[in-house]
């Protein structure tokens, strides 16, 4: 059966990052020329993972289900599959987090952000105890997955995420980092993936 075309459009930023990523805005700059008519969200994202978690669904509550899908980078990548598991709709996800709640006890504390490194907030022990409930929560099977993955990667390790993410449309880059920072190369593949209306 043909995917209908996509009418609603989430993008989910990373640890640390914000809608003014390179490539949230590469994105929604895309997206903006070639498909206007598609209803684009990158919400700033809280530092709990329950609180995004409950922004995002939320904000996404009155979408219709068959017309949305999800991109995520980095942590992003990590919310984007939960998103994709709670509504079954497809997902593109750039150099995913695995195991988040290994991966970030390391940076309890104090942190800054990427973007605007005057701003703090505080990353709290339990936002690792949510991020691991987390990992295990989802109803639904998700949609059609496109995985960005830089082998390259200097945060986490591209065969984790490959193996994570065995089942999905590879798009698996020699070098690169974790930024990924050849995301507008692949950007047409990308918006090509998404189907957007």
Not at 172 to 189: I, K, N, R, T, V
């Amino acid at each position: 059966m043909p995917r209908q075309p996509t009418t609603h459009l989430l993008y989910l930023h990373g640890f640390r990052s914000s809608p003014r990523s390179a490539k949230a805005q590469q994105m929604a700059i895309a997206v903006q020329a070639q498909h206007p008519q598609v209803h684009w969200w990158c919400p700033q994202l809280p530092p709990s993972p329950r609180a995004a978690a409950h922004m995002v669904s939320e904000g996404i509550a009155d979408w219709p289900r068959t017309g949305m899908a999800v991109v995520g980078s980095s942590l992003g990548g990590f919310y984007a599959s939960w998103v994709a598991r709670q509504t079954g709709c497809p997902s593109v996800l750039i150099n995913p987090a695995v195991d988040p709640a290994r991966d970030l006890a390391r940076y309890i504390g104090e942190q800054t952000f990427w973007h605007e490194p005057e701003a703090r907030f505080f990353f709290e022990p339990r936002f690792v105890d949510e991020l691991r409930s987390m990992a295990a929560e989802g109803r639904c099977p998700p949609g059609p997955e496109l995985a960005l993955i830089a082998k390259g990667d200097e945060l986490l390790d591209w065969r984790e995420m490959t193996a994570r993410y065995a089942q999905a449309r590879l798009c698996l880059l020699e070098g690169g980092d974790h930024a990924f920072s050849d995301f507008p190369q692949h950007l047409p593949e990308v918006l090509a993936f998404l189907h957007l209306a």
